[in-house]
């Protein structure tokens, strides 16, 4: 399949705000994104079946009430829930961004241990900070990982905005998603160790954690803002950047987790 008629399905509404930057994120990677309000799914006026790509942005889901992402999570949960199974059973690929990746852990769509995609057992919690934190970040991609997204990523720096960022999990849940090699990216040092304390880890998260995927490695979520440096433009040092190097990037340090879904699907469908 051309990567043109490969089709990025991006739910917008309810608090949700990025569904501009995620789009554009798709389109180029060479994507064809759609943003569709989750009322249009729930309804039936659009499915899952539509699309091979799907993408919960970032956002403040319904308020942030009761915990962000909760809602929503439910929201999917009880109106589209086989649709999901379908979708994940057909090889395709999920990302959840920041509220999305909130969503994702509500869901239980990640980590998915034993292949259970509807029972939560992981969160993003408020920020040991206390505070809602903007800001930019490294990460440390790990190469053992699954995850699709990640392929070929070693250090990448990426934008983050959040107040309830911090990954929190059981010792039991986090030990299995360390030896399955789920953490897809962590919060790193300069020197691309892993950063344990404020602010290189903006919110405290468990083992530095910034991203996790599902044992397929389609299923991923992570709080930092790919879809937020498309251009190195976008970077608040790219002055600097032009002045040491005598050139920028081509692209922002985001795109690449879209080129890799879009090359994935273009291999496989």
């Not at 389109?27 to 249009?40: R, W």
């Not at 990302?95 to 869901?107: D, M, Y």
């Not at 903006?202 to 910034?210: E, F, K, T, V, Y």
Request: glycine share 10%; with cysteine; net charge negative.
């Amino acid at each position: 399949m051309k990567k043109s008629d490969i089709k990025a399905l991006v739910i917008t509404g309810f608090g949700l705000n990025c569904e501009k930057e995620t789009a554009a994120a798709c389109k180029l990677a060479g994507l064809t994104p759609e943003q569709i309000h989750l009322n249009d799914l729930i309804s039936g006026k659009h499915t899952l079946d539509e699309y091979h790509f799907l993408c919960f942005i970032g956002g403040f889901s319904f308020g942030d009430h009761l915990g962000s992402g909760t809602v929503f999570a439910n929201r999917v949960k009880f109106s589209l829930r086989d649709q999901l199974e379908k979708f994940v059973a057909d090889g395709k690929l999920v990302i959840g961004i920041c509220n999305g990746f909130q969503t994702l852990t509500r869901l239980g769509m990640v980590p998915a241990l034993n292949g259970d995609y509807f029972t939560q057992t992981a969160a993003l919690a408020h920020n040991d900070s206390g505070v809602f934190r903007d800001d930019w970040c490294r990460l440390k991609a790990n190469e053992k990982s699954p995850c699709v997204f990640t392929k070929g990523v070693d250090m990448i720096r990426l934008p983050l905005r959040h107040g309830e960022g911090k990954f929190v999990a059981s010792p039991e849940v986090l030990a299995e998603i360390e030896e399955r090699n789920l953490v897809a990216v962590r919060y790193a040092n300069a020197d691309g160790s892993f950063a344990t304390e404020f602010p290189a880890n903006p919110n405290g998260s468990l083992n530095s954690i910034a991203g996790i995927c599902d044992p397929t490695g389609r299923v991923f979520g992570l709080m930092p803002h790919p879809e937020a440096f498309l251009s190195p433009y976008n970077a608040p040092d790219w002055t600097r950047q032009m002045a040491e190097n005598g050139k920028l990037p081509e692209d922002g340090d985001g795109v690449v987790f879209f080129r890799n879904a879009a090359e994935y699907l273009e291999k496989n469908f």
